[in-house]
């Protein structure tokens, strides 16, 4: 009993202390579980409620729609009451581009029940809800998402959005797709039974497994493919199955044709899907970071996509440098990779527009590894067998069943479930939704922060008035990175005094140092407004000067897409 | 109302009575819109149907033409495969009007409109034998508007859209071009700078070029106007949007802001886009524009692009192919080079390189110095027949007058902020858009072309169809499918892109009955006038069975061959 009442007072103790915090609050204004995954409908009805639940913090709009007509819904967190969305440094989160990469949205809304439910409760999240915007669309595919959920798949099928493609060239599209012949809910595979002459073995350490036979063997059995029945009779399986392009291919910088690049599509934003994206994206320049999860492989990706264009300016690299060493920690067992050098070439990928097109600081997570099934990082060819026997019960592994092929004839189908090797198995999903929420909050608080360090109104004599500012970045991201100065994307910052009476400007300068020749003439629009087109780099301050005659009062405003507004008056 | 109706009535009857004279204008937008319905309603509908293609940015209704052979009917009974494929006739699509400041191809292609629906029907039939035209006569009709507005103009190219070409931050467009000196025309300034980095020409001091290493820079230039935004540039911000035959992504250029923010952000050219992408039978095409690819022929390629690398000039089988559609433009007079050689996101070039098509670009008019100076000053289109003799060719004298006359020479202004500057410069438009009277003898040279161009498509066939009985119930089947056409039924391109379907041969028999021999068999692309490709099948039949043999070319027309069984 004594010790029943121990164990009251210290979960108490730990509830006022919000300790039970450091996730999502024990009483939740939208309750949700995050060890099950939604279909799109349940998305959108719980992003309709946290808007319900929170109307001052929460807006859902519809982007666009997908090939099928469902809505990409997506939904804005921030304070109004703490500023203007256009003032404030935006993040923007999306997932699930690829239908069958689906736990993405699952940690989307986690990234929204923490914030929300939060708010006001915890400092930190409080506060980054007040300072920053968030743009959260978690399904970008949801039509793929639903057909990999509701439908028959592989782990991997399902990746396309689902406007039918002739993928084969034979006049007709997505005519022959995979056939769940047994019914199971999976894509697996058919094997038969041949006696001679086959390419395959039983394998002697596990019946259930065949393994390939060397050249002086004679295999009796051979693997047909995936489950399907050339349903076009072009003697080829499954070669024309639904949709057949990548809509992570389909972005317009280092944008390739589809014989260059697999997927691409007819040309760059020819999908609905990925034009709403664009869009949005193009029509919110306060977007200063971005993160699009993928699945699968336990990495922290940044571009350049492919060998051809050339590596990040150096600032850039030491910005996703440090993001991506930061992740590293955060999320165990995730390595921080550059795409076309640790994973494979991508033309017209999303992050590779969003940060080369756009000059937004850029990462795509591939959720789930190998290590997560055993919490190591040795890991072994046996483990997915291992794992499927010892942790999933064997739910992710078919055993075989024979079956009557209408043109194979005695066949046999089973193998590894669609939800055997890509997602997160449920119980290990809610981990995987908060390390990553850590990785994008944190990001977030490294955003552009600006603030007027000194600004001072010093009297030259003969009506002559020195106004010297000096303003700040103390984030790591900078206002424009190296990248968007040099191609001139955006607009640059500004730089503007002003005064409610009239004054003449007579110079401008920035001041590199407390000389006169270490004064630089700014670029200047109208000599009061300068043009800063580098903006503020990471933890960087930058000052400068005016030569005026004039009454005032004078105000300075700074003023940057990506890193907000900031005015300071300067009274006489 | 009654009386509506019967003036209506009477105004049809006009109409189809042939008073469609061929409209030789610069049209403005309403005004194409209405001739292009007027002239659809006016054709029979077995010759010319409106086809709708999009909306521009300011909402103009993008509308093209077919003109063909349109009753033609489709075969029927095809296999799954081939059932989209069988209305299908090739279509050579014109398209023009990508540049807001050219309006000469569009006034051509609706005085070509005219002439073709004027045609009798035997010639009609004859023109149209075996092929369709697509013709889309203006995609920019939002920018191409600036001509037709009163007051001063200049010819800066660009659609309709707002651009903060300055990227000032403020509102876009805030600093035009002015007609300073009141002359109802925006040219160009001058003025003598420390700095300047233009010097005269030498060959005609009239004009400006970038001073070298040689030369010294003596003048800075401007298009006329004022800073009116107080930033210290000159009319930097005009209302102009993206230059539409720069926004495909074949070379695209990115971060431009003349060429879009990204490639197809423009309703106009997305809308072009998915129209040619929905009709697989357009076979060719030609544009008329700013660009050309047949006076000045680009280079072949040295080498095949590396592997994942896109193709960035034409292979040398396709670069054969543009020099024989330049020796049938070269007989019609000496073809106008283009402005630029490089055509970065173009529309003709998005053709060749990603859709694999025979893309033909054709520059109609470009003023340009004369290589004979006492050249007649007079020019005339008085000459309609073929030319064989280019240095006497009507077209090009009128183009090197035009360069000759329409400067306005350089004349003292006294800017407002400036100090003295002169203005001077090309008038507006004169120089790509020649006078309305040679309309009719540019469409004149140009129907010839494109009947010549016809006459070239690649014509797809089977010959030397042979069955024999080989045993019981055994059937052998021979053929060859030749291509009897001056054009390779593809180019090399379309085998790279695999954009066009593929040229295929179909057994219409279940895969069952065929013992030796491919049901579907997708064929390479055959050359010209040699191209032969063998086919055999042995299969199962009875005496007196009546088969298909189906041929599906690329882009048309579907071809069937009965055999019955011996």
């Known amino acids: ?162 406007r039918p493609i002739d993928n084969d060239r034979d006049g007709l599209a997505d005519e022959d797709g995979p056939n769940d012949l047994d019914g199971d809910g999976s894509i697996t595979m058919m094997r038969q039974h041949v006696g001679h002459g086959g390419t395959h073995k039983i394998d002697p350490a596990d019946p259930r497994f065949l393994v390939r036979v060397g050249a002086d063997e004679d295999g009796d059995w051979i693997i047909l493919g995936s489950e399907g029945i050339d349903d076009d009779d072009d003697g080829q399986l499954n070669e024309d199955g639904p949709g057949g392009y990548d809509l992570n291919r389909n972005n317009p910088t280092d944008w390739q044709p589809e014989y260059v690049q697999f997927g691409a599509g007819a040309y760059p934003f020819s999908e609905p899907e990925t034009r709403a994206v664009g869009d949005f994206l193009r029509a919110h320049p306060n977007i200063a970071s971005l993160q699009s999860y993928h699945n699968a492989g336990g990495m922290i990706l ?83 067998k291992d794992f499927n026997d010892l942790v999933m019960m064997g739910s992710h592994y078919h055993d075989w069943k024979p079956f009557q092929h209408p043109r194979y004839g005695a066949i046999e189908i089973g193998g590894w479930t669609k939800d ?123 000052r400068f000067e005016w030569l005026v005659s004039g009454p005032g009062p004078f105000v300075v405003e700074f003023r940057s897409e990506k890193g907000g507004r900031q005015v300071i008056p300067l009274a006489p | 109302m009654k009386l509506l109706s019967i003036l209506a009535a009477l105004a049809l009857l006009i109409v189809r009575g042939g008073a469609q004279a061929p409209p030789d204008a610069y049209l403005d937008a309403a005004r194409l819109d209405s001739d292009l319905k007027r002239l659809a309603a006016w054709g029979q509908p077995s010759r010319v149907r409106l086809e709708p293609v999009g909306t521009s940015r300011e909402g103009r209704p993008i509308v093209a033409l077919r003109v063909g052979d349109l009753d033609r009917p489709a075969l029927d009974g095809l296999p799954a495969t081939l059932a989209a494929r069988g209305a299908h006739r090739p279509a050579i699509l014109l398209v023009s009007g990508l540049e807001s400041d050219i309006l000469v191809g569009s006034a051509v292609l609706m005085h070509l409109v005219a002439t073709w629906l004027d045609l009798p029907e035997e010639e009609f039939a004859r023109r149209f034998a075996d092929h369709d035209l697509l013709i889309l006569p203006r995609v920019d009709l939002d920018g191409s508007e600036r001509y037709f507005r009163k007051g001063a103009r200049c010819d800066l190219p660009g659609a309709a859209g707002s651009i903060d070409q300055d990227r000032d931050g403020r509102d876009a467009d805030e600093d035009q071009p002015l007609d300073l000196d009141a002359d109802g025309l925006i040219l160009e300034m001058r003025w003598p700078d420390p700095e300047g980095t233009f010097i005269t020409d030498e060959k005609d001091p009239r004009l400006l070029v970038a001073a070298d290493a040689q030369h ?31 926004n495909f992504p074949q070379g695209f250029v990115e971060h431009d802001l003349a060429s879009g923010p990204h490639p197809m952000s423009e309703p106009e050219t997305r809308a072009l886009a998915d129209f040619v992408l929905a009709r697989p039978e357009i076979a060719v095409v030609v544009v008329f524009g700013g660009h ?275």
Not at chain 2, 224 to 242: K, L
């Open chain 1, 302 to 384: 940044r571009g350049p996509g492919a060998a051809n264009l050339p590596e990040y300016p150096r600032a850039d690299v030491q910005v996703y440098d440090e993001l991506g060493r930061e992740g590293e920690r955060i999320l165990p067992f995730y390595r921080y990779m550059i795409l076309h050098k640790d994973l494979y070439t991508v033309h017209g990928g999303f992050v590779n527009y969003a940060a080369e097109g756009l000059g937004i600081i850029s990462f795509t997570n591939e959720l789930w590894n190998d290590s997560q099934r055993f919490q190591t990082r040795e890991t072994g060819p046996d483990d997915r």
């Open chain 2, 292 to 566: 050309d690819n047949l006076a000045e022929i680009p280079a072949a390629e040295s080498k095949p692009p590396a592997r994942r690398e896109p193709r960035r000039a034409p292979t040398a089988a396709d670069r054969k192919l543009l020099e024989q559609v330049a020796a049938l433009l070269a007989q019609e007079g000496k073809p106008f080079k283009a402005r630029d050689r490089a055509a970065p996101g173009s529309f003709h070039d998005w053709c060749y390189y990603q859709l694999g098509l025979p893309s033909f670009a054709i520059c109609l008019f470009e003023a340009q110095a004369g290589e004979s100076p006492k050249a007649a000053a007079t020019s005339q289109p008085n000459e309609i027949g073929p030319v064989s003799r280019p240095a006497e060719d009507a077209l090009q004298l009128e183009a090197e007058r035009v360069h000759r006359e329409a400067f306005r020479p350089w004349t003292a202004f006294d800017h407002p902020q400036l100090g003295p500057v002169e203005i001077g410069g090309f008038e507006p438009y004169v120089r790509r858009n020649p006078a309305a009277t040679f309309i009719a003898m540019i469409a004149a040279r140009q129907e010839r072309f494109l009947a010549a161009l016809a006459a070239q498509l690649p014509r797809l066939g089977i010959a030397d169809l042979r069955v024999t009985a080989t045993g019981p119930g055994l059937y052998e089947i021979e053929l060859d499918v030749v291509n009897d056409g001056t054009m390779p039924s593809t180019t090399e391109q379309a085998e790279t892109c695999r954009v066009p379907l593929p040229l295929q041969l179909v057994l219409d028999l279940p895969r069952d009955r065929v013992l030796q021999g491919q049901v579907r068999e997708t064929l390479a692309a055959l050359p010209a006038r040699v191209g032969r490709h063998a086919a055999r099948w042995l299969i199962r039949g009875r005496q007196g069975e009546r088969l298909a043999i189906l041929l599906a070319p690329a882009h048309g027309p579907l071809l069937r061959e009965e055999v019955v069984l011996p």
């Open chain 1, 420 to 542: 055997s090797g890509r997602v997160n198995p449920p119980f290990l999903l809610e981990e995987t939704c908060h390390r990553n929420t850590a990785f994008t909050l944190n990001q977030a608080e490294h955003m552009p922060k600006l603030r007027f360090l000194e600004a001072g109104l010093e009297d030259l004599g003969e009506g002559l008035r020195r106004v010297t500012v000096a303003i700040r970045n103390d984030e790591l991201i900078p206002t424009r990175t190296v990248q968007a100065a040099a191609n001139l994307i955006g607009l640059p910052d500004f730089l503007e005094l002003s005064s409610p009476e009239p004054f003449d400007c007579h110079a401008a300068a920035e001041l590199l140092g407390r000389e006169p020749e270490l004064r630089r003439r700014p670029h200047l629009l109208d000599r009061k407004r300068l043009r800063l087109e580098d903006g503020l780099g990471s933890r960087q301050t930058r």
């Open chain 2, 216 to 246: 010294r820079g003596r003048y800075l230039r401007n298009i006329e106007g004022r800073d009116q935004d107080g930033d210290g540039e000159f009319a930097e911000d005009p209302a102009v949007g993206v230059q539409l035959d720069r």
């Open chain 1, 1 to 162: 009993m004594t010790r029943r009442i121990a164990v009251a007072i210290a979960l108490v103790l730990l509830a006022a202390t919000g300790c039970l915090r450091a996730q999502l609050p024990g009483e939740l204004a939208v309750p949700i579980r995050f060890n099950r995954y939604h279909d799109q409908a349940e998305i959108n009805a719980l992003l309709d409620r946290y808007q319900k639940a929170f109307p001052e913090l929460a807006r859902v709009e519809t982007i666009g729609r997908s090939h099928e007509g469902r809505p990409l819904r997506l939904i804005t967190l921030m304070n109004p009451a703490t500023g203007k969305e256009r003032d404030k440094a935006a993040m923007y989160i999306d997932a699930n581009v690829h239908g069958n990469e689906i736990q993405g949205a699952e940690v989307c809304l986690y990234t929204i029940a923490y914030l929300l439910e939060n708010h006001g409760k915890q400092e930190r999240l409080t506060r980054l809800l007040d300072e920053r915007v968030f743009y959260i669309l978690p399904s970008v595919n949801p039509d793929g998402r639903d057909y990999w959920i509701s439908q028959a798949n592989t782990p991997s099928s399902s990746r396309s959005g689902l």
